[in-house]
């Protein structure tokens, strides 16, 4: 090891640099005048005599005389750095007990403020507004997935999702048992990939029925939970914004909606003159 980590070392341990680079330096020999140790721990002569005092009040350097003059001398490391560790741990105590002392007044103080601020409910925190198309199918996964009784649906062109990716949607809640009911409108039989997927869902077990329109695109979640996907009515290119509502009263609202369209429909769809 160098004699600059030597130095960084004790510096580390709670002593000043001068104070490491005279220790260091008594480490050489027996005695030192101060004026020897000044010259060989390259310490400002008029600070030797304040360094030397602040070692010997620590431990770290005894004093002694011979005739007028005063020698001194390093402690052994064995004995004076655990005192330094000693010392630094009482005064890593010390702050740790006056922090943990602010911690308590902090928390005694903001702890009012805190219960004032959240218990004034945000009158929309029941509403997620999503605009963008990744955020919209992310969040209909997710409540797919989380659903626990019934998901019923109204389905209508465009869609964010292609096939594969709608079946993926479809085929979780389906197989652990959820009670899931699509409606479709009638024209999308005219497209024979939606017929295989229509078909594939009522293999898995989906319920579905066709009417002529419906109002707007909507997943229904345990009738608690909803996802209203509203297209720009004045945009000329798909684009929506989604509203993910979590309000029991809205849910039973959209439950009678979704029962009496679903009564309307028919099981099968009626065929126009191109289907």
């Given amino acids: 090891m160098s004699?600059?980590?030597?130095?960084?070392?004790?510096?580390?341990?709670?002593?000043?640099?001068?104070?490491?680079?005279?220790?260091?330096?008594?480490?050489?020999?027996?005695?030192?005048?101060?004026?020897?140790?000044?010259?060989?721990?390259?310490?400002?002569?008029?600070?030797?005599?304040?360094?030397?005092?602040?070692?010997?009040?620590?431990?770290?350097?005894l004093e002694r005389h011979s005739g007028r003059q005063r020698i001194f001398q390093a402690v052994e490391p064995s004995q004076a750095l655990p005192t330094l560790l000693q010392e630094k741990q009482k005064q890593f105590s010390a702050k740790l007990q006056r922090q943990e002392q602010q911690t308590h007044r902090a928390v005694a103080a903001l702890a009012p403020l805190y219960t004032k601020g959240h218990n004034t409910q945000d009158p929309l925190a029941y509403i997620d507004v999503l605009s963008e198309p990744h955020r919209i199918a992310d969040?209909?996964?997710?409540?797919?997935?989380?659903?626990?009784?019934?998901?019923?649906?109204?389905?209508?062109?465009?869609?964010?999702?292609?096939?594969?990716?709608?079946?993926?949607?479809?085929?979780?809640?389906?197989?652990?048992?959820?009670?899931?009911?699509?409606?479709?409108?009638?024209?999308?039989?005219?497209?024979?990939?939606?017929?295989?997927?229509?078909?594939?869902?009522?293999?898995?077990?989906?319920?579905?029925?066709?009417?002529?329109?419906?109002?707007?695109?909507?997943?229904?979640?345990?009738?608690?939970?909803?996802?209203?996907?509203?297209?720009?009515?004045?945009s000329g290119t798909p684009s929506f914004t989604a509203l993910n509502v979590t309000h029991p009263g809205l849910g039973e609202m959209l439950n009678i909606a979704f029962e009496t369209l679903w009564n309307q429909g028919t099981p099968e769809p009626i065929r126009t003159e191109r289907g």
């Fill in 3 to 61: 004699d600059a980590q030597y130095l960084e070392n004790l510096v580390d341990l709670g002593l000043t640099r001068y104070q490491a680079a005279v220790y260091l330096a008594l480490m050489d020999r027996q005695d030192f005048t101060p004026a020897q140790i000044a010259t060989r721990a390259q310490v400002p002569r008029q600070r030797i005599y304040d360094v030397l005092a602040s070692l010997c009040d620590r431990g770290l350097c």
């Fill in 139 to 234: 969040c209909g996964a997710k409540l797919s997935q989380s659903a626990q009784s019934s998901i019923s649906v109204f389905f209508t062109y465009p869609s964010l999702l292609s096939h594969e990716d709608g079946l993926k949607l479809v085929k979780d809640p389906l197989q652990r048992g959820i009670c899931y009911r699509t409606i479709y409108e009638h024209n999308i039989w005219q497209d024979p990939s939606s017929q295989d997927f229509i078909r594939q869902c009522q293999a898995w077990g989906q319920h579905v029925r066709f009417v002529e329109k419906v109002p707007f695109k909507m997943q229904l979640f345990d009738q608690r939970i909803t996802l209203l996907s509203l297209q720009d009515p004045l």
